[in-house]
């Protein structure tokens, strides 16, 4: 979105005086088709259609145009949050380009902040989501800054290496607040070699480690997405979530006239209410995997599902008695967010402030820390189930 075609780019740098080189004329046209075919056939179903037009906003932030698209993603659903509660609290409904404009003034204000780090992957997304989180916050009544989540933290703390600028003073009260240390050694440090527990984990699966262990490393890096990519359960939910956009679209685009019972199937096409167990082939292997669709309360996680630590009580578990712990955002539900973590179960006692669960959105882990002590009753959902904001994640008596 926030970058010039190819075509112009080097037009641009010819008429500057620069040496480059001719384009491949009829190279560019065959990956101009084959993107024009990706976009038709599911890319286009995830893109907001305004970021199908050149615009130059995001030049004033500083963002990468690349991050426009899971930016208006996510905006979208943040949105909806936000006008469930202005409906809630009486107050007028909020636009998507208001709320877009809040957000840039946030990343503008967020930015110097927390020291400048470079707006590359993954800082980028963390400076857009600390920002979208504020002003979330700030728009329920909240404090600023009241939810940054663990990735972030590690970023501002220094875990990941030194930050170009200094921290704002209330940033430095906040981590020292929250008990928080600052990291001046090398980050490096803070990731011992684990490799070898993944390799055996790959062995028991009898999974390929690759060339020169690549599947390997990307295991170790992220267990829940790699086990859902490798199991089968990550392609069949793509899959069944293209195909409910695809009948969603065309439902979209048919006449108001056309009658249910001779509307196309696809139109008609239901998803399962259910745990489904289907067998997929990944790469030539067959799994059998178990898939919940949508936001249903009864899912069940995969065999296979990754929360490596995964002790969760079933998503069937009848609610406990005592307080409800909220969810205080949109996304997925995880019990730990890493394999050695010790998950959270029915019948621990824990005490304010520990940390529950995760809430994982925006690519990011935001622990779910608990109001008040007592002894978990009931565990309310499966590791990986979605979840919207003000779900019941867990009891606590």
């Known amino acids: 979105t926030g970058h010039a075609d190819l075509l112009t780019v080097q037009a641009m740098l010819k008429d500057a005086g620069y040496k480059v080189p001719e384009i491949n004329m009829e190279a560019y046209m065959k990956v101009r088709s084959l993107i024009q075919e990706f976009m038709d056939d599911f890319l286009g179903l995830y893109i907001s259609p305004k970021n199908r037009l050149m615009n130059s906003l995001l030049i004033g932030p500083g963002l990468p145009g690349g991050m426009m698209g899971s930016l208006m993603s996510d905006l979208e659903k943040n949105l909806e949050t936000i006008n469930k509660n202005n409906i809630k609290n009486n107050k007028p409904l909020m636009?998507?380009?208001?709320?877009?404009?809040?957000?840039?003034?946030?990343?503008?204000?967020?930015?110097?902040?927390?020291?400048y780090p470079p707006l590359v992957t993954p800082f980028s997304q963390y400076v857009k989501n600390l920002a979208l989180m504020n002003?979330?916050?700030?728009?329920?009544?909240?404090?600023?800054w009241s939810m940054i989540a663990?990735?972030?933290?590690?970023?501002?703390?220094?875990?990941?290496?030194?930050?170009?600028?200094?921290?704002?003073?209330?940033?430095?009260?906040?981590?020292?607040?929250?008990?928080r240390k600052f990291f001046e050694g090398n980050p490096q440090d803070n990731y011992p070699d684990a490799l070898d527990k993944y390799r055996k984990l790959m062995n028991e699966k009898q999974w390929e480690t690759g060339e020169d262990d690549e599947e390997l490393f990307e295991y170790a890096m992220h267990p829940a997405q790699y086990e859902a990519y490798r199991s089968g359960k990550a392609k069949v939910e793509f899959?069944?979530?293209?195909?409910?956009?695809?009948?969603?679209?065309?439902?979209?685009?048919?006449?108001?006239?056309?009658?249910?019972q001779v509307a196309p199937a696809s139109m008609a096409m239901a998803m399962p209410t259910t745990p489904q167990v289907m067998t997929v082939d990944v790469n030539g292997q067959s799994y059998k995997v178990t898939?919940?669709?949508?936001?249903?309360?009864?899912?069940?996680?995969?065999?296979?599902?990754?929360?490596?630590?995964?002790?969760p009580a079933p998503a069937a578990a009848p609610a406990g008695t005592g307080k409800e712990v909220l969810s205080p955002?949109?996304?997925?539900?995880?019990?730990?967010?890493?394999?050695?973590?010790?998950?959270?179960?029915?019948?621990?006692?824990?005490?304010?402030g520990d940390v529950l669960c995760y809430v994982e959105a925006m690519k990011t882990?935001?622990?779910?820390?608990?109001?008040?002590?007592?002894?978990v009753t009931a565990i309310c959902l499966a590791s990986g189930?979605?979840?919207?904001?003000d779900d019941v994640l867990m009891t606590i008596q």
């Open 95 to 115: 636009s998507q380009d208001q709320l877009l404009i809040k957000l840039f003034d946030e990343v503008a204000y967020v930015w110097p902040r927390v020291g």
């Open 135 to 144: 002003v979330m916050q700030m728009e329920k009544g909240k404090a600023r």
């Open 150 to 179: 663990d990735d972030i933290w590690d970023m501002i703390l220094g875990k990941a290496g030194r930050l170009p600028g200094p921290l704002a003073p209330e940033i430095i009260e906040k981590a020292k607040a929250e008990g």
């Open 239 to 260: 899959k069944a979530d293209v195909a409910k956009r695809k009948a969603e679209k065309q439902t979209a685009t048919q006449p108001a006239t056309v009658p249910s």
């Open 291 to 311: 898939v919940a669709f949508g936001d249903t309360a009864n899912a069940v996680p995969a065999e296979t599902q990754a929360a490596p630590a995964a002790t």
């Open 329 to 352: 955002l949109e996304g997925k539900f995880f019990l730990v967010k890493s394999a050695s973590d010790t998950p959270v179960k029915v019948g621990d006692v824990v005490k304010e």
């Open 365 to 375: 882990y935001n622990a779910v820390r608990a109001e008040f002590g007592g002894t």
């Open 385 to 389: 189930d979605a979840v919207s904001e």
